[in-house]
């Protein structure tokens, strides 16, 4: 079954503590992508990969990190989360043009105390 | 840069109703224009999506959108709606050129009535 999987689904840490979520699609597409949705604020993009390799910042970007050493892999690191980064995650993928449906996983929730 | 606006943020109908969810967008540079739900739980998934062509776009569960250039609108309508049809739905723009990125507007929550 082609999918974005996350993981994990729920996650409650404390200030400073780094953690990564991870996320995986099997659909071969070359275009990934994290955002954060806020209650009022919609979905905002946090980065996106157009390949390996390929990083770039979107719109929120401060307080992330990501990598993509492989097609299938982007994982979202917060080397020292604080409160205001909590929020519900999602990753992303799509093939490259931009007219194509992106699928999304089934998002992250995250509490930061 | 482009933004996307939902002029609602909580829409209540009854079951059978019609329904219309609003969305105006701005961009100095063409865009895609695509319609995404998100059920209780879950990620999102798209319903429709506007490339070219036909204004009027047909998608999924009976959605429809119309393409409205002078009036930079992607109205979401659909004739009756059914409970199953309780979820947030988003708005969203992609340009042409460029970087695969979609700017999504706030999201307008449906809420049916039985």
């Known amino acids: 079954e082609a999918q974005v999987t996350q993981n994990p689904r729920y996650l409650i840490t404390v200030t400073g503590k780094k953690l990564t979520v991870t996320c995986s699609q099997n659909m071969n597409h070359e275009y990934m992508s994290w955002y954060r949705q806020d209650p009022g604020l919609g979905l905002r993009q946090i980065y996106y990969?157009?390949?390996?390799?390929?990083?770039d910042k979107g719109d929120v970007p401060e307080g992330y990190k990501v990598s993509r050493k492989e097609k299938r892999n982007f994982p979202l690191i917060l080397e020292s989360p604080s409160p205001n980064q909590t929020s519900l995650y999602f990753c992303a993928s799509s093939l490259e043009r931009t007219y194509n449906e992106q699928f999304f996983g089934p998002g992250t929730r995250l509490t930061v105390l | 840069a482009q933004s996307v606006t939902q002029l609602d943020s909580q829409v209540p109908v009854f079951e059978e109703a019609p329904v219309e969810l609003r969305c105006n967008y701005s961009?100095?540079?063409?865009?895609?224009l695509f319609w995404y739900v998100q059920y209780p739980n879950q990620g999102l998934q798209l319903l429709l999506k506007y490339l070219s062509g036909s204004t009027l776009v047909k998608g999924i569960n009976g959605f429809e959108a119309e393409f409205n250039k002078s009036q930079t609108s992607f109205h979401l309508r659909k004739p009756s709606v059914h409970i199953s049809d309780t979820a947030e739905y988003f708005c969203?723009?992609?340009?042409?050129?460029?970087?695969?990125?979609?700017?999504f507007g706030q999201g307008t929550r449906l809420t049916i009535n039985p």
């Open positions: 969203a723009v992609s340009i042409i050129q460029g970087a695969q990125k979609l700017v």
């Open positions: 961009s100095s540079v063409s865009v895609y």
């Open positions: 990969s157009m390949n390996v390799e390929v990083t």
